[in-house]
């Protein structure tokens, strides 16, 4: 181990990421030095996750360079910075359920016994990993296997694996995620015993009373870029989250219109899934657009997927009102696709299409109405749905018969949600709809959203990005760990107080 | 699709083209080449026996297609048809009137293959090559004990002349194997059920997603190629005027042979029962040629499995072109 001290551990010059058209980071500059604890901050899509993938190896920047103890160091791949000393924790840690702790923190590295087989030296791998251990302050017995444990267990397993690997610098993304407050003090005593260690850490979280308890200094990201370094002890929370979000005030979308909201359409009420959505109750008109804001893990996919009956709820109720005023009540998802609910989910390349199926038969998928007699389909009334979906909604596809996956993503979304919008849709859900479409494509679907709420459709729409909630919605509910803790009609709505909500900081 | 081929030919629709006509193209060439090797391949008698040969493999292969479009696999079937064959002979034996006997051997199947559905669905085994492989040993074991691991021979006559005759100089297999071929491509093209089955192949979850019940389908699909399976053991048991325990050993490969030959996409979602019946005739037309032309049957072996893999060498260049698209 080199002698610590002197200059930084770690330095970041000018580092920049682009996918595609999208600069993902543009510029970053940030300095680690050792036994230094530095959090990252931003808001999801910020670049957290694209710099902590850079300096762990898993991707390589198109522009600026990273200086290891003030070397200019070419990070090709994984092994190469653990070879060199930073390792990533992430927050599912990746490690190999069916084999014991000291394999788990062995993998890759096995001792073996000399001779030509090369067997692995069971009884140095089971020192070897218990002191690993004792570095993070575990107390598991190393023959355990790693399935058995929890998710705190297994962040030590995989940090015991990182320092076994020789790490002087652990990348920690949102570790405290899943785990209760017990299990999050006594990690946060292990990572205060590896600063006094020497150890860098870079510490990544939304949750700024965690920050405080632990890191010296934070990053704030935003865009991609660096908005600033602090030390934590000269910032209030107010200025990181304006910090984080950039906007003190709503941006009002000039396009936004008044819509007179009509009646309820769907009701969710006491909704629960054990461990996931607590009580969630909510209520969303004709003609009105509310948006669900949270963190990552904050339960907006679950919760839209449980009004869409995709999950089961363990509790509570979700109705819908049909189109003669009468309420249907919503258990499954063949209920709600017969009730007029649609669901354009979060992924529509896992989730949503099917890539060789064609732009018709995708739209047709749900068979609407009228479509089909007796089991057979009715393919000319089939197309004619799709051609209008394609029409309304101004699909950009070579014909009807174009595979599905031959269109670009905005135009692929579109399909998705030509699905739901046929003449009998009463309620939409939509999950990240703009996630990974282009600037142009998400103005148009904003505005064939609105169009929709117009026409009457009751809207609920989940975004991790809060100006396009901002724009969109009459009322934004707020959630966190999977309960909703707040409903803010739209004049109330503006970024740091949705951030500060999500967040739980007062 | 005929009109954006028609078009201009995108790379897209040049994808589709393919793999509508790849197969097609290749049983006219194979049929070209043997009918310059050898002198006796352009005969009625012969085209009309490989007809008949490739009849039971046919009707085994769009029963498998079913499956494969839905993204699964059905290793039972071969099983299914010994045990199926067995209980026919046994009913038959036992006096059941033949038709009546036909009708049970075919439900027999499709309990069978419901059976593989139900493990899949309700079960959850992880993949239908596990339920279908216990089913395929559980079928084979139980037509062997029921048979007492001999043929049960001494089947009706009437049956046998019905079944393995022939009507109009057409022998009977190929019509029904026909008549099955209509029936299955408008099922797949034209039915909600059909339509489903892709899409679950094509994407499982968005499939479920849009309020297809994913599992109810699946079943369905698993107890169509069970009854496929059964039909065959009909056609077969007439051909051989026996129920035989051990018949349709290694079928089920054919059957997967033809379906791949015939374009369908073993990721699913894709596929065809033109395609497939094309698949069938082109390793019926491959085996007999080798034959005509006195290729041993080691040789045979060898050029079937080249062509099964130059298959799907296609399909995957196939995709490729798709995706650059």
Redesign the interface.
Known sequence: MATPGAGPLLEVRGISKRFGAHAALADVTVTLVAGEVHAVAGENGAGKSTLMAILSGGLRPDAGELLWEGRAVVLGDVRSAQALGISMVHQEPQLVGSLSVAENVGLGRLPVHGGPLRLVDRGRLRDEARRALALVRADLPPERRVETLGVAERQLVAIARALHFGARLIILDEPTSSLSMAETESLFLTLRALRERGTATFYISHRLEELRALADRVTVLRDGRVVTTVPLAQTSNDALILAMSGRELATVDAARDERPAGEVLLEVRGVGRRGRLHDVSLEVRAGEIVGLAGLVGAGRSRLLRTV?G?DRADAGEVRVRAADGSWRRVGT??D???AGVG?V?EDRR?????????VA?NIG???PPGT?RF???R?GRLREFAARAVETLRIKA??L???V??LSGGNQQKCVLG?WVGPDARVLLLDEPTRGVDVGAKAEIHRHLRELARRGLAILIASSELPELLALCDRIAVMRQGRLVSELPRAQATAPEVLRLATGTR | ?S??AAVAM?A?ARA?WWQRVGPLLGLALLCVVLAIASPHFLTLDNLLNVLRQSAINAVMALGQLVVIITAGIDLSIGSIMGLTIVLLALMMRGGTPSFLACVLAVLAGVAIGLLNGLLLTRLKLPHPFISTLGTMNIARGAALLLASGVPISGLPAGFREVVAGSAFGIPSPVIVAGALYVVGHLFLT????G?DL??IG??R?????????VDRRLNLAYALSGGAAGLAAVVMAARMNSGFPLAGSGAELDAIAAVIVGGA?FFG??GTAGGTLIGALIIGFLRNGLNLLDVSAYWQMIVIGAVIVAAVCIDVLRQRV??E?
């Open positions: 869409f995709a998802l063949r709600a696709v017969a669901l989910p896992a989730l949503g299409l099917v890539p060789v199926a064609s038969d998928l749900v068979t089909r089991g057979l389909l393919r070579r014909s018969d174009a595979p996956r031959t699905r | 699709m009109e954006a995108p897209e589709t034209r039915t909600v059920w339509r892709y899409a094509g994407n979850e968005a499939a479920r997603l849009c309020g297809i019940p996409s979602g894709v798709g995706r698209a």
